[in-house]
């Protein structure tokens, strides 16, 4: 556990590698070689997205991972070789745009090339990070650390819980009352890692990110 440190938030993904010259983004002409895509989860009109876009807008460093690999052996070797990290794509979401529609969306990249594009549209945004370069941008996020303690964690229980309330208003009743077991907690009556652990269970169970603290132990 770091004593000084920010939160990250991680949905991981998984890819497709499309390399056929009938693979959808080949065929018509956005790209010209293989590319990787990722689908988003289109139920209830794509909903798990939009909780994602409306967690980043209070919360900037959160962000879609998602591989690249081209095999099952790439995989195999990258998790042998302790470098998985390193053959990732870590994408913004508070770069992607909303969806609104049950349609089926996209996010499509092509290897060591840093943009990528949002479909159904096709935006192309020029903003993401390869996973070998995240100790930078874990350093950039230096203005952001806080001294971990009781308080740090109350408080990130509390703007947690806010953005899911806020989160939940928006969609049907029964979501609101499948999260309130989980919200129904005092961070002033627990230890700062039971409330640590709460706000954790939250996210992976209303929005489906897991909770990083990045920092340091200095």
Not at 47 to 52: I, K
Not at 148 to 171: I, P, Q, W
Request: glycine content about 4%; proline content about 4%; aromatic content about 12%.
């Amino acid at each position: 556990m770091p004593t000084n440190a920010t939160d990250f938030y991680y949905q991981f993904k998984l890819t497709d590698y499309l390399s056929r010259s009938n693979a959808s983004f080949i065929a018509d002409g956005t790209y010209a070689t293989p590319y990787y895509r990722l689908a988003f989860h289109r139920k209830d009109n794509n909903r798990q997205h939009q909780r994602l876009r409306d967690h980043a807008a209070a919360n900037p460093h959160t962000y879609y991972v998602a591989p690249e690999f081209n095999s099952a052996d790439d995989f195999h070797a990258a998790f042998l070789g302790q470098h998985l990290t390193g053959q990732s794509r870590i994408i913004p979401v508070a770069d992607c745009d909303d969806i609104n529609d049950g349609d089926q969306h996209y996010i499509t990249f092509q290897p060591n090339q840093v943009g990528w594009i949002q479909h159904s549209k096709k935006k192309r945004h020029e903003r993401s990070f390869f996973g070998r370069d995240m100790g930078k941008v874990y350093h950039e996020s230096h203005k952001d650390w806080k001294h971990v303690n009781k308080a740090y964690a109350t408080g990130l229980f509390d703007k947690t819980a806010e953005v899911v309330r806020s989160v939940l208003r928006k969609e049907e009743p029964k979501a609101m009352a499948a999260a309130l077991p989980l919200l129904d907690f005092n961070p002033n009556e627990a230890e700062q890692r039971e409330v640590l652990i709460r706000t954790s269970q939250i996210l992976a169970v209303v929005l489906g990110v897991t909770l990083i603290l990045v920092g340091t132990n200095e």
